[in-house]
């Protein structure tokens, strides 16, 4: 399974990105697919997370009303709509999805089995 991110640069402060994740080698239309990030120097942490159904989304509090999760199942893709970005947001935005089929979603690393090589989002002054 390979998944792959995009739609990474650099903004500025207020200013919005879609991310896309494209998954490839596995249909995943049935597990829980999420987007972490990691900015320097910083542990991973999650973000945005939507289960086998669309009605299944789990934000993180910083998340919350500026980013929004969705997928395209027939696609095999997932996005994340990033609004009013701010500073603290810039970091390596990562794709991951989970092995196991209906899963509920999860804000934990450990819980996710396939990753991708990230993107960066950089949210200057």
């Known amino acids: 399974v390979q998944l792959v991110e995009s739609g990474g640069g650099m903004v500025q402060i207020g200013d919005s990105l879609n991310l896309s994740c494209v998954v490839s080698?596995?249909?995943?239309?049935?597990?829980?697919m999420g987007w972490f990030r990691q900015g320097l120097g910083k542990e991973r942490e999650f973000v945005a997370a939507v289960g086998w159904s669309t009605t299944k989304t789990l934000y993180s509090d910083s998340a919350k009303g500026r980013f929004t999760i969705s997928r395209d199942y027939a696609q095999n893709t997932m996005t994340l709509q990033m609004d009013s970005l701010k500073s603290d947001d810039t970091a390596v935005y990562y794709c991951a999805a989970v092995a196991a089929i209906y899963t509920n979603p999860s804000d934990q690393p450990r819980s996710y089995d396939y990753w991708g090589q990230g993107t960066q989002v950089t949210v200057s002054p």
């Open positions: 080698g596995r249909t995943l239309g049935r597990n829980t």
